[in-house]
């Protein structure tokens, strides 16, 4: 069984930049079928924020992260990286990685295994 770890989370300003890590161990992330970033905002529901495939390293984004967010993966370090740029103050939450099986877009249900989450804050 797979555990995750994310980091790099804090505060930042508006219009700052994090980079979030994964970092998998007990499991090759190049077992799973995907491995997808999640965020979950106080009194709000978990949303799924980006998703990579590892068979050909396609990857999903959802429309509220479009064009600001990258995700990425290194399978040397089997960890994946999520790159935000042009934070938002409602970019702050709770970020979360998570594997998959098979294909389950951003359905939180379908994934197996999730760490612990990182706080990211942004404001002034």
């Known amino acids: 069984q797979v555990q995750l770890v994310e980091s790099g989370g804090g505060l930042v300003k508006p219009g700052g930049s994090l980079r979030l890590s994964c970092a998998a161990s007990?499991?090759?992330?190049?077992?799973?079928?995907?491995i997808a970033w999640f965020r979950q905002a106080p009194g709000k529901e978990r949303e799924g924020i980006s998703l990579?495939?590892?068979?050909?390293?396609?990857?999903y984004y959802a429309d509220s992260v479009k064009g600001r967010f990258t995700i990425s993966r290194d399978s040397a370090k089997n960890t994946v990286y999520l790159q935000m740029n042009s934070l938002k103050p409602e970019d702050t939450a709770v970020y979360y990685c998570?594997?998959?099986?098979?294909?389950?877009?951003?359905?939180?249900?379908?994934?197996?295994?999730w760490g612990q989450g990182t706080q990211v804050t942004v404001s002034s």
């Open positions: 990579i495939v590892n068979s050909d390293g396609v990857t």
């Open positions: 007990g499991s090759r992330l190049d077992y799973y079928y995907g």
């Open positions: 998570a594997v998959s099986q098979d294909y389950r877009g951003f359905i939180a249900e379908g994934y197996t295994d």
